[in-house]
């Protein structure tokens, strides 16, 4: 039975991140499982189609909707053979879930075959699509990853098998220097992995008997016999033949810009992210969160998963007892996911489910890791105050999100985002039925990562006027 749970609240109204890749050389002699099991571990990362695309100086590619489990099942892999290969997971962003955008992307150029795995989002790659389309060029995909590898085929001219690692650094350097990329290739016999100079997205790679692997997360390596694992620095990449894997630099390191947001929410909490362990973080923000709170509660209560590190960390620092008084329901299959906003609703009705116990006459201190919408919040307090909660309090260990994306997270326009239209933690209690709400500040964010290195944007209020958001009804409404 297959479920979504990988990383359940992604059905819920949580933000999305575009993918996880793995990919690499497997000395066995076929690198299809070892890929599939990589992806199975980041299927957090994206639930909307995965693919694989594998081989020797030829490669097979498969790719569906879907989950990894459905859209790579082992009647769909058995014709994919040999050593090398990438593989990737993909999260859809608003109208581009069609199944062409699944990927890998395979090529034929010059006789010779290669795949490439995107995470991130280069914001120049439609310009560039442009320039090429004004010479005739045409694109299968509406993605900018098909961009990125026609920029490679464009600049290099030769075929792929003497692509030199340095020679597809300098054109993904060249244009998309501030772009959101971990990318791998698969070329003949080789595979080829890049982390963009300002560091946006997270890029490992791992030496094991297997072989030798990249991935987007270092928990995707789990259950390899894993020798080292190292994690790629902005600017740099990796090359992997059958004699092992070296670490290059590409591009001169430019200023760090890792987005919060991967320790927040996207990152598995049990992975290494930029230099920090993922649960540990969410604890920490929790506990900071605490130091600033005041409420007297009865108990702490996580929205189930996301919540639940922040609130162990706000108990601890607070002492107020900690209960998993919402449970998710694991079962609740993938056919309830819709992106509206009534079966978003209806689907926490589905999923959570409540200790009545645990609530009825409590004062209930609510946790999160960010509010988006407001939308899912709204029904489980609802759902909590019906339980016969005294008071629910929610909080939140990130800072109110105010700002979209430009590097490959799914964001909301501002018109939708609660904090955006409604601005202070009073008005928004008041839009979800909460008696009060209270953030992490943008301030204890910067003072647990640091005042540099570290992308905020989205907790940045927009500055220009037409991107304001024009009323304050739509929210919640739409
Ligand atoms: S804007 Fe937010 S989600 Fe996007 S990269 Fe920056 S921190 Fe991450």
Known sequence: MLTEDFHPDTTLDKLGEECGIFGGFARSGNVKEIIRKGLFKLQHRGQESAGISCGEETQTLVKAKGLVMQALEDSAIEKAEGRFGVGHVRYSTQGGSSAVNAQPYLIRYMNEHVAIAHNGNVEKAMKIREKFEKIGEVFITNSDSEVLLKRIVFGLKKPPSQWTFEEIGTCLGDDFSNGAFSLALALPKRVVAYRDPVGYRPLFVCEAKEGCFIASEDIAFTGLNIEKVIEIMPGE?????????????????????????????????ASNIFGRN?????????????????????????VVDSGIAAAIGYAQKSGIPFHTGLIRNHWVGRSFISPTQETRVN????????????????????????????T???????????????????????????NTCLWGVDIPTTQELIAAVYKEEKEIA??????????????????TFGQTGWCYRCFEAQKTKDENPQSKTLALTK
Do not use: W
């Not at 973080?281 to 509660?297: P, Q, W, Y």
């Not at 909590?384 to 105010?402: I, Q, T, Y």
């Open 278 to 302: 993922v649960y540990m973080t969410r604890v920490e923000l929790g506990k900071t969160l605490a130091e600033t709170d005041s409420i007297d509660a009865d108990i702490v209560v996580p």
């Open 237 to 269: 990449g990796v090359e992997i033949t059958e004699n092992g894997y070296c670490i290059k630099r590409f591009y001169g390191q430019k200023k760090e810009c890792k987005c919060v947001f991967e320790h927040i929410y996207f990152s598995h909490p």
């Open 347 to 374: 689907k926490v009705r589905e999923k959570l489910l409540i200790v009545r116990p645990l609530i009825e006459g409590k004062k209930v201190l609510l946790i999160d890791d960010s509010l988006v919408r407001g």
């Open 430 to 447: 008041k839009a979800i039925g909460a008696d009060s709400v209270k953030y992490l500040t943008l301030q204890s964010l910067k003072d």
């Open 376 to 402: 899912t919040s709204k029904e489980i307090v609802t759902m909590l105050k019906k339980a016969g909660a005294k008071e629910v309090h929610f909080r939140l260990s990130s800072p109110m999100l105010l």
